[in-house]
């Protein structure tokens, strides 16, 4: 299994930015996804999750109405739209994969990771 994020850059503070993380699972549409961000020094800490039909999404309070998290399963893609950046939104962004029935914002539930997407904000 392997899942590539990518989107990251630099950014102005209001600006946008939309990530992807493209997963080489062949049964995608059965693992909820997620996104956590990390800043040097301090511990990766969750962002948002889907679960595997994309009914369901869960926000940290900190970017809840700001980002939106969806996925395409025909293209065993995850998004993450991030709107109103502000500079405490700089972090390597990183997606994973639960394949557990219930979807988390615990991250020890997380199976596989990707390899991280550098945000940017400047003020």
């Known amino acids: 299994v392997q899942l590539q994020a990518s989107g990251g850059g630099l950014v102005q503070a209001g600006g946008s930015l939309r990530l992807s993380c493209a997963a080489s699972?062949?049964?995608?549409?059965?693992?909820?996804m997620a996104w956590f961000r990390q800043t040097p020094g301090k511990e990766r800490v969750f962002v948002a999750a889907?679960?595997?039909?994309?009914?369901?999404?869960y926000y940290a309070d900190s970017v809840n109405g700001r980002f939106t998290i969806s996925r395409d399963n025909a293209k065993n893609t995850v998004y993450l739209q991030m709107n109103s950046l502000k500079p405490e939104d700089t972090a390597v962004y990183y997606c994973?994969?639960?394949?557990?029935?219930?979807?988390?914002?615990?991250?020890?539930?997380?199976?596989?990771w990707g390899q991280g997407t550098l945000v940017t904000v400047s003020s």
């Open positions: 699972i062949r049964t995608f549409s059965r693992y909820s």
């Open positions: 889907i679960s595997w039909s994309g009914g369901s999404t």
């Open positions: 994973a994969a639960d394949h557990g029935v219930v979807t988390t914002n615990a991250i020890f539930e997380y199976d596989y």
